[in-house]
Nanobody, 112 residues
Framework: QVHLEESGGGLVQAGGSLRLSCVAS????????MGWFRQAPGKEREFVAS????????NYADFVKGRFTISRDVAENTSYLQMNSLKPDDSAFYYC?????WGQGTQVTVSS
């Protein structure tokens, strides 16, 4: 069993920044990368970014390229999502994922 816990969400003005964290505990899924997804009210859950197990390889959705940066601390089994230049459209619940496991999400609200 893997437990994923996100933190770092909150309310921020447009143009501001937030840093989300996702800590994995329990069984270690060695070799598995970690991903971030988001879901706004009334919308489908969508991919935001992913990082490989080593942290060497990253992938981003087009709508966050140049604004968000994903990273990983292997020793701490933690993933980070640095979000800059936030827009109201970025408002959503942000979820961390590893393998088949999901966290409970952290809410991000960007005011205009």
């Amino acid at each position: 069993q893997v437990h994923l816990e996100e933190s770092g969400g909150g309310l921020v003005q447009a143009g501001g920044s937030l840093r989300l964290s996702c800590v994995a505990s329990g069984r270690t899924l060695r070799g598995y990368g970690m991903g971030w997804f988001r879901q706004a009210p009334g919308k489908e859950r969508e991919f935001v970014a992913s990082v490989s197990w080593s942290g060497e390889h990253t992938n981003y959705a087009d709508f966050v390229k140049g604004r968000f940066t994903i990273s990983r601390d292997v020793a701490e089994n933690t993933s980070y999502l640095q979000m800059n230049s936030l827009k109201p459209d970025d408002s959503a619940f942000y979820y961390c994922s590893q393998g088949e496991y999901w966290g409970q999400g952290t809410q991000v609200t960007v005011s205009s």
